[in-house]
């Protein structure tokens, strides 16, 4: 690999602000914000607004829509049309 080109690939620290959890992974992002963590190691930090730990997908509390009184709804409308055809 060329020397100078590649950018700096170290640990940096993504915060949820919904929720404050953290967790330390390997990026090549650049912030001006630093947190000292647990383990007495300053971080680079990213602050997130949705991560796995606030997203309705990843949480359960996604709420399904109930197809029953749609499908009943539209097989009503279009059956008039249907007989009137």
């Known amino acids: 690999m060329k020397s100078g080109i590649h950018p700096e690939y170290r640990e940096v620290v993504f915060q949820d602000m919904s929720t404050g959890f953290k967790f330390i992974t390997r990026s090549t992002l650049s912030s001006r914000e630093k947190i000292t963590m647990e383990d007495g190691k300053e971080y680079p ?3 997130l607004d949705v991560t796995s730990e606030s997203h ?4 359960g509390a996604q709420q399904r829509i109930s197809e029953t009184g749609r499908v009943e709804k539209f097989r ?10």
């Open 56 to 59: 309705p997908f990843y949480t």
């Open 45 to 47: 930090l990213m602050k």
């Open 76 to 85: 009503q409308k279009f059956a008039r049309t249907k007989a009137g055809a």
